[in-house]
Every structure is written in C-alpha cells, then in structure tokens.
C-alpha cells in the first residue's frame, strides 16, 4: 500500500464488451488535431505526470449526463463532475509477448480533455480512505458497469468513487462497436429513454469544450487521474485524503486495464490495485484497436489471441470471471496460476452481464423476464455475480491495505479439448466459486448463450448483445418437490450454503441476508 498518495437510459449494457463490426471508432488512427495541435514525439519519461487541468464545467447545458447504469447514490454521498485536460502520451510497443511482460516506449503527445464523475461521502469522517476509479465502458453508450454492481459495497465501506471518461467513444461519439436495439415502447413504460453516443452530441453546450485525441492516449489518461488524486486529491475528493487508489474495469474497460497492467503500470506506478472484471482472452492493443477492426485483421482471431497478466507487480490485481468470459469470450486460453499479487475468482452460474444490470436502472426485484426490454428471447441470467464481486472488493481493499490475500477458490470445470463448461444433469456448472444460487438452485444459471451461438456469431454481430446475458431456466414444481421436498426444507437448505459462503469469504453477510429473504419469497414456488 503506498502512502496517501440528467438522465436515465435504458440503452445501457456498457458491461457488454465484444460484439463487433467493422469500422468502429473504438480506436485512433493518426493524431488528430485537438485542442491546438498534436504534440511532437517523443522518447522522454512521463513519470509523474498528472493533469495540468481540473475544473468544474464552465457551461451548465442539460445538467451531467450520466453513464448507466447510474444506480442511487448512497445515503449521505454527493456528486460532481469535473473537466480534467492536459497532454497525454501514446506508447508503442518493443516487445509484447503472450505472458505479459511487455516493453514499450513513448510514442507521441497529444492534448486531451475529459470528463471524471466523483461520488464520496459527504462527511469526510465516513471516508474509509479507499478511491475506487472505474473506466467507463464504450461498447455501446457510455456506461459504469461497476459502478451498478459494486455501489452497494462502496457506500457501505464509506469508500469514493471516481469514473473517467477514458475512451474516445465516451467523448466524441461516433460508431459503436456494439448495436443494442431498445425495445423503445417497454422503455418509456419503466421510465427510460435511449440516448445517443458521446457527450459532444449529448449536450455540446456542456461538452464542447472536451477532446480526445484517441484510445492510443486512453491508458496515461485515465493513469493521469489517479495520479491526481494520490498528489492533489483535494482538486477532486474536496477534504478527502485518500490511503489507496483501486482501478477497476469491466469487460471492454478490463481488456484495456489489463494492457495498463502489462504496459503502462510498470513504468510508473499509479495504482495501489486493480479489479480487473470479465475480461476474455485477449488485452487491447497499445494503439486502443483492440478488436483490429482497422487494420482489416480477423476480429475472430484478435478476440481469440490470448494474452496473459505480467507477474512482477508489486501492486495486487484480483481477475473475477463469468461463465460467458471462460467459453465465448475465450478467458480459458488465457488463465494463469494464483501468485502471491495476483488471485482469481470464476464464478459458478454467472455470465458476462446479466438482468442486475438493468434492474440498477429501473429497480425492481431479481426477475429473468428484464432482458425483453432488449428483445432477448430467453430469460437472461439472475445470477450472484453482483453479490459475489462486492466481496471481491471487500478483500482487495483489506489485501492492499497490508491484509490477507481473498481467499483462493477452485476454478471452474471444462470439459476435455472444447472448452466448454462441465455441468452437473441440472445443468448447474461444476467447480468454481459456489454460492447457494448454484449449490441450493430454484433454477439453472448459466453463462452459455441460447442457441449454442460462438464467438463467430458474437464476432459478426449476428447474435446480438442476448448472447452476453445468459440465461436462466426455472426448475417446475415437480422438480423443486422432489430436490427439496418442502420450501421449509428448501429454505433451510439455502440458509446453511449462505452461511457457508459467508464464512469461506465469497459472500458478505449483508448480501447473504438478503439472498435468504428472496429465498424465503420463494416459497410461494412449492405451492
């Protein structure tokens, strides 16, 4: 650990990644002219370089434009938001082998202004002095899928937030690598509108005055603001003084945190941890085309290249993985053994995103039937992974802060040479980190897409954004009588693997006890 160092959107899925199409704007190509020019190139350090900018927006506009989803604030948090500019740099890689250990170089400046959304207590005396910054997800629109599944955690612990608009996509719009088709009629009915792509063409009178030169410079921008908040966190945390600063990141936002980890990180620390969040096989490459769709590669083949994370640091990085992310996405072909810095989490009966997701947004209880609002025709995954991922951050905040490494868990089953899931006759998956959802099932929850769909039906865009979801497939009657016999029984089953998950580490007691009270609701199925 170092020292102290308006709107609701249904168009949401920011945590899904990869569907991809060509000629998205996920990328940078030549510098363009941005804010005054491109800076020359060069071959010198940048350590300690921090953001020369940091000011609250000039123009008021339409009022913030929120990433989704944007869950409630906690009790007795604020928000703001805050420009943050200054000269960024790109890096070209030396050498960029498949464990990890990349070398890079600088390769060129660019100025740069963004955006950064902070949410912290408002007493400074709750502050646990923990900063979680999350990259924002462009995939679709701009979105905060962390921000969803962990705020519960982090208004509990009394921990800050800090989203950064890192990507290009977030900021000047464009072409997204992700079409997501709202059923628009079933969005205005729970209070949600789509919304378009990049803040620019959101609200230009609030957000004419960013730019960004491109997801080559992405990495030391978003490296930029934690440096800022560990050597001037008043210019954003106010009377904050922070002790850790965690980056975090889902799906495509971890396919570029893992490069940071291999690339960048090493160079000049920033992060005192990271959580890196249903990331696939592959990281991105230093010029931010991770899927390659500009240099006319296969986007099957680039999704498929599998690319470790370097061992060497210093600082722990926690990888917590669905079912989705093991077999379509291809994290299988990248898994690497726990070390003493770095431990790994897959999740039984999760997928890459899942109806937690949407019910952030518009509220409401666990219900498989959300995923109608996108035209899924399953019912999309239920799964734990929003309980079991707030206690991944519960550990990796107490292992940065000098504690015990979380606990190590079994990975999860493939079968032999497919790559495929290994599941028990109710289709349940076996091994992997157990929860009483998967180990006390009212239905199977899987992270397989319906239909058999493959990576090449993700890669075309023929599967549509349903592919990434999951689904769940509730047991009858007859099913739950016989495994159970009576929801008394049913009940107290469910009871004793939370209490169990509990103590092993992979739930905490506020989220087990909630999952009890649905599972008490569940009586009602025996009837």
């Given at each position: 650990m170092r020292g102290t160092r308006r709107g609701r959107s249904l168009l949401v899925v920011g945590a899904v990644a990869i569907a991809a199409t060509a000629g998205c704007s996920s990328g940078d190509g030549a510098d363009p002219d941005v804010a005054g020019g491109t800076g020359p190139a060069t071959t010198s350090t940048v350590a300690g370089r921090a953001p020369q900018e940091i000011a609250r927006p000039a123009v008021e506009g339409n009022g913030v434009v929120l990433p989704q989803p944007a869950s409630a604030l906690p009790e007795g948090y604020l928000q703001e938001e805050f420009f943050v500019g200054g000269t960024a740099t790109r890096f070209a890689a030396l050498d960029t082998p498949d464990d990890g250990f990349w070398t890079v170089e600088p390769a060129g400046e660019a100025p740069y202004r963004t955006r950064v959304i902070v949410r912290r207590p408002a007493d400074p005396a709750r502050f646990s002095g923990t900063v979680v910054v999350e990259w924002f997800n462009v995939s679709a629109i701009e979105a905060a899928p962390d921000w969803g599944y962990l705020s519960g955690e982090i208004g509990r612990e009394g921990h800050a937030y800090v989203g950064v608009s890192a990507q290009s996509q977030g900021v000047e719009g464009g072409r997204t690598i992700l079409d997501v088709q709202v059923d628009e009629q079933a969005a205005q009915e729970v209070g949600g509108a789509p919304t378009g792509s990049g803040l620019k063409s959101t609200d230009p009178q609030r957000y004419g005055p960013l730019a960004h030169p491109g997801d080559a410079y992405s990495f030391d921008i978003f490296s930029q603001v934690g440096r800022a908040l560990h050597s001037e966190p008043g210019a954003l945390l106010g009377d904050l003084q922070p002790t850790q600063v965690l980056a975090v990141g889902e799906s495509q936002s971890a396919i570029f945190l893992s490069t940071l980890v291999n690339a960048l990180h090493p160079l000049d620390p920033v992060f005192d941890g990271f959580l890196i969040h249903s990331r696939g096989a592959n990281v991105a490459p230093l010029d931010g085309d991770f899927l390659r769709a500009r240099s006319g590669q296969d986007v099957s083949a680039a999704l498929q290249q599998a690319v470790r994370l370097r061992t060497d640091l210093d600082e722990p990085v926690f990888l917590f993985e669905t079912e989705t992310d093991l077999t379509l996405l291809g994290y299988a072909r990248a898994r690497q053994p726990d070390t003493d810095r770095i431990r790994t989490w897959e999740v039984a009966g999760t997928s890459h995103a899942d109806a937690h997701v949407l019910r952030s947004i518009i509220g409401g209880p666990r219900d498989p039937g959300v995923g109608s609002l996108l035209g899924c025709p399953q019912l999309i995954n239920t799964g734990p992974q929003h309980e079991v991922v707030q206690a991944a951050l519960h550990h990796l905040v107490a292992w940065v802060a000098g504690g015990e490494p979380p606990p190590t868990a079994e990975r999860i089953e493939l079968?032999?040479?497919?790559?495929?899931?290994?599941?028990?006759?109710?289709?349940?998956?076996?091994?992997?980190?157990?929860?009483?959802?998967?180990?006390?099932?009212?239905?199977?929850?899987?992270?397989?897409?319906?239909?058999?769909?493959?990576?090449?039906?993700?890669?075309?865009?023929?599967?549509?954004?349903?592919?990434?979801?999951?689904?769940?497939?509730?047991?009858?009657?007859?099913?739950?009588?016989?495994?159970?016999?009576?929801?008394d029984r049913y009940v107290e089953a469910f009871r004793a693997s939370a209490d169990r998950t509990v103590a092993a580490g992979f739930l905490l007691r506020p989220d087990a006890d909630q999952l009890i009270a649905e599972a008490d609701a569940d009586r009602v199925l025996f009837d």
């Open positions: 079968t032999p040479g497919d790559e495929q899931i290994a599941r028990a006759a109710d289709g349940i998956a076996l091994g992997g980190v157990r929860n009483p959802l998967v180990d006390v099932p009212v239905a199977t929850l899987t992270g397989d897409p319906p239909g058999g769909a493959t990576l090449a039906d993700l890669a075309s865009g023929s599967g549509g954004v349903c592919l990434l979801f999951g689904q769940t497939i509730p047991f009858d009657r007859a099913t739950l009588v016989e495994r159970y016999g009576t929801a």
